[in-house]
Every structure is written in C-alpha cells, then in structure tokens.
C-alpha cells in the first residue's frame, strides 16, 4: 500500500470531521454533521480543498529546501504543520498554536503572544527571519488563529452538538501481572477526552510513586487512561483509592483498591495483560494538521488531526 505524498486532517475535540490527501484530489467531510454543514454552506468545503491542493505544493517545496539546510541527500523525510484553537465556551477564552516540526523534531512555532516565530534549532533560524519580516503574514495569522478559528470551531460545535457535548462515563478497573508489578487503575469508554484520574491515600492525592498514561483513543470514538501504582505494602491496600473525574461531571468515579476486584492474568486463562502500542497527536477543540513525507532525493511522499 503506497502512502500518500500529502495528507490533511481537520479534528475538533479528537473527533476526525475532514480528510485530504494528494492522492484524493480535495477533501471529504467524516462525520455527518459535517456533511450538514457543507450542505449548508459549500463554500467551507471549497476552502479546505484548496488548502489541501495549496498546501501540498508549498510542503514539497519546503521538504526539499529543509533537505538541503540538514545535508540530507536521501531517505524518508516527514513535514508537518499542526494549528488551531482552543475555545472556552465558559470564559471566552481562546488559545491558538501554529507549530511545524521536520522528521520528528521541532522546527518552528508561533508565539501567539509575542506574534514572532520561535527557532529551536540552527537550520529553522534562516526561516524565523524570514517569517518575523514579514508583518502581513503575522497579521493573518494572528487574525487566523484568534477570530476566524474560534468563529469556525463555534459553529463545529452547533453543529455537532449531539455528538461533541455528550458525556459517556467509563468502566474503571484495577490491573496487576505479578503480585509485584504496578497495580494499574485503567479507565475506558469515557467522553471527552477532558478528564482526570489519580491515586489517593487516606484521602490525600499521591505525587510520588505513581505513574501516569497519556488518554488514549478508542476504536469507537471514546477514550482511555492508566494510573500505576508502585505496589503498596499488603497491609496498606485499604488506605488507598483510584478517582477517576471527568469534565463536566460532578460526581466522581472512586475505586478503593481491594485485592478481590483485581484483574490479573495470573493463572486465569481468560484475561491477558493489556498492551497500548500506538502514538497519538493529542488536540483541543479544534486541530488542522498537515503531513508530507519524501523518499528518496526529490521524490515526493508522505503525521494530531487537525488543519494543515
């Protein structure tokens, strides 16, 4: 299976709403009230598509002018661009952020708040000159990321709002391999992906001896999490709980760490160890991210979701 040169993604709240690729010719809605949306107003679709078409050029340009800047004559190399905005809808307040990284490394980022362009490393500084000289494009995206994305993603959400305001709890279990090992506090099922979960001992949040997962995406649209906890002495067990909160829900979900309800595979044939292998590029509210990758010297092929 060949992997496209390009490839665009549009995410409001990890949901995945529009897709593009150069293999596709323009882009497609993913999710029903999408498709509403650009049935209602066809003209969103018709700027998505010439960003996908816009962006797809410029990425293959750059690609091979970064190449050159890393003496780079061969090889797969990946650009990406990821930006976009965070809205409160209960304070107003909004967050933008417009980053690029090069084979897997920060390349460049905006800093919204200074409006120039931050170089982490020697070969990007050339393009933050470049980029801070030129006081329209700064504008624009500033405008960008400040009005016209919140604008966007307000009308995301009153579209979507079946979908992207509801709430699903999840089931919270406690894991363990060995009588040794980590007892892991696993949560899976829940909406959105703004939660928390934390160990407590006699009523106090532990800090120390804990090991906190990344939320994690499920097949299905919902998420999941892990807490581990350094196997406590056994006659401590009763002192400490697993809490699990999740935005927008008052009341939470608490799992005392009892002996009898944990899952092992420990001479069960029925549960095995749960392994998580794959990487996610997490955003809030809305994400536009862009990916291009070439191999080879010129030739052009092929990373969170949101615009490119």
């Not at 801070?132 to 960008?144: E, H, T």
């Not at 536009?288 to 191999?295: D, E, I, M, P």
Request: aromatic letters at 12%; a negative charge.
């Amino acid at each position: 299976m060949t992997f496209p040169e390009f490839v665009g993604v549009v995410m409001v709240d990890e949901v995945e709403v529009i897709y593009c690729d150069s293999s596709i010719g323009g882009a497609e809605p993913k999710q029903d009230w999408m498709r509403k949306l650009i049935k209602d107003d066809p003209e969103h679709m018709d700027w998505y598509s010439n960003e996908c078409h816009t962006s797809h050029n410029t990425f293959k340009t750059t690609t091979e002018i970064l190449m050159q800047s890393f003496n780079q004559t061969g090889g797969v190399h990946i650009y990406q661009r990821m930006f976009g905005c965070e809205w409160d809808d209960e304070t107003a307040e909004v967050k933008g952020y417009d980053q690029y990284g090069y084979d897997g490394e920060d390349f460049i980022e905006f800093d919204l708040k200074t409006e120039t362009w931050i170089a982490p490393t020697p070969q990007a500084v050339i393009t933050k000159t470049q980029v801070d000289n030129d006081r329209a494009g700064l504008s624009y995206i500033k405008n960008y990321l400040t009005q016209v994305c919140p604008e966007w993603l307000k009308k995301y959400v009153n579209y979507g709002r079946s979908s992207l305001l509801r709430t699903a709890l999840p089931s919270v279990s406690l894991l363990q391999k060995t009588p040794s090992s980590p007892v892991s506090c696993h949560a899976t099922g829940f909406y959105p992906d703004r939660a928390m979960m934390f160990w407590r001992k006699d009523g106090e949040e532990l800090h120390e001896d804990v090991d906190r997962g990344e939320i994690l995406p499920n097949h299905d649209g919902t998420f999941q999490m892990s807490v581990d906890l350094k196997s406590p002495a056994p006659g401590d067990w009763e002192r400490y709980e697993c809490v699990f909160q999740l935005s927008g829900v008052k009341q939470d979900i608490i799992k005392r760490l009892d002996k009898a309800g944990i899952r092992t595979n420990r001479g069960q044939a029925g549960i095995t160890a749960l392994h998580i292998s794959f990487k996610v590029i997490r955003a809030a509210s809305a994400l536009f991210l862009f990916a291009s990758c070439f191999t080879g010297v010129f030739i052009w092929r092929r990373r969170k979701g949101g615009q490119l």
